[in-house]
């Protein structure tokens, strides 16, 4: 896919589903288990893409997930070295 495509993609998902209706949990039970309604997830999918695209939404997905989830996705990253550098 083409980045203009990536884009469009991103833009229908924002026009079609509202982010308000977006729920999302982390929970770590010795295993994570991730809880999202239907519009949570096609909105962790717009921002995944966004991520791909290069773009940094820290913000916009960490509002998606509820106030009683364990704990959010603090940090994409796109490259390996970005990833080690958070390790360290």
């Given at each position: 896919?083409?980045?203009?495509?990536?884009?469009?993609?991103?833009?229908l998902?924002?026009?079609?589903?509202p982010?308000?209706?977006?729920?999302?949990k982390?929970?770590?039970?010795?295993?994570?288990?991730?809880?999202?309604?239907?519009?949570?997830?096609?909105?962790?999918?717009?921002?995944f893409?966004?991520?791909?695209?290069?773009?940094?939404?820290?913000?916009?997905?960490?509002?998606?997930?509820?106030?009683?989830?364990?704990?959010?996705?603090?940090?994409?990253?796109?490259?390996?070295?970005?990833?080690?550098?958070?390790?360290?």
């Open positions: 896919m083409s980045k203009d495509e990536v884009q469009a993609v991103i833009a998902i924002e026009q079609q589903v982010r308000s209706d977006a729920t999302a982390l929970t770590g039970m010795g295993e994570v288990v991730l809880y999202t309604n239907q519009a949570g997830y096609i909105t962790l999918a717009a921002e893409l966004r991520c791909a695209l290069g773009h940094s939404s820290m913000g916009g997905l960490n509002d998606v997930f509820s106030g009683d989830s364990e704990f959010t996705i603090d940090f994409m990253v796109t490259t390996e070295a970005e990833y080690l550098g958070l390790l360290s």
